[in-house]
């Protein structure tokens, strides 16, 4: 998952998007997921609040995954925890198509998938409170220094993720790019209303629901750390 900047009206002073759209030409199977699975899986994006109880058909607590690439860690955890109900952001067709297949393949109920920007997701379509999960797992690191602006991780996204969350709903960030991680660390711990798991500043062990995908294999193998870090959502701070 990648992401770029572009003028508009939103809560960001320069607007943040979770991607920067690299279409990669997507195999006649992948088409056909859309054509024969979109229906089923897919949300199309309107810009209004969506009720997420209609859309699953059952009330659930929601897990909300940002940029989940080819699928495969998606497509494991959904499967894997039937009590909870998946929502997935991705832009990138190929990824989108390939998840749909497999989602198809064993008649999953629990998971639907926007192909589109996550922040115009998460601002005009997920309601407040109602996320018990987010997971961003290797976001575009935008490792030049500066490009670093344009990392989806910021202040004011933590801020609209942190609305979209229940009480003690967790963040899960993980990364392959020390600096990124370290700018993680920093951003979230400054973040009021969000608790460290594991304790302050700290990392976590790579938790069993995140599978380790051929991607993070290939990453392993030449040298490249990773990084997980677990937040809660506590609340914002009382006054008085």
Known sequence: ?????????????????SFVL???????????????HWERFGLDYAGTERDLGATFGRTAPRVLEIGF???EALAWASEHDLARDYIGVEVHGPGVGRLMNALAAREATNVRLYKHDAVDVLEREIPAGSLSEVRIWFPDPWHKKRHNKRRLIQPAFVELLASRMSPGGLLHLATDWEAYAEHMRETMEASQ?????????QTAERPEWRIETHFERRGTRLGHGVWDFLYEWQGPAKSG
């Open 193 to 201: 209303g969000w608790r460290n798991r594991v304790g302050p500043g």
């Open 22 to 36: 690299r279409e990669g030409r997507m195999t006649p199977a992948q088409q056909r997921a859309f054509d024969e």
């Open 69 to 71: 690439g080819n699928g």
């Open 1 to 17: 998952m990648a992401h770029d900047d572009m003028s508009g009206e939103a809560p960001f002073h320069r607007r943040i998007r």
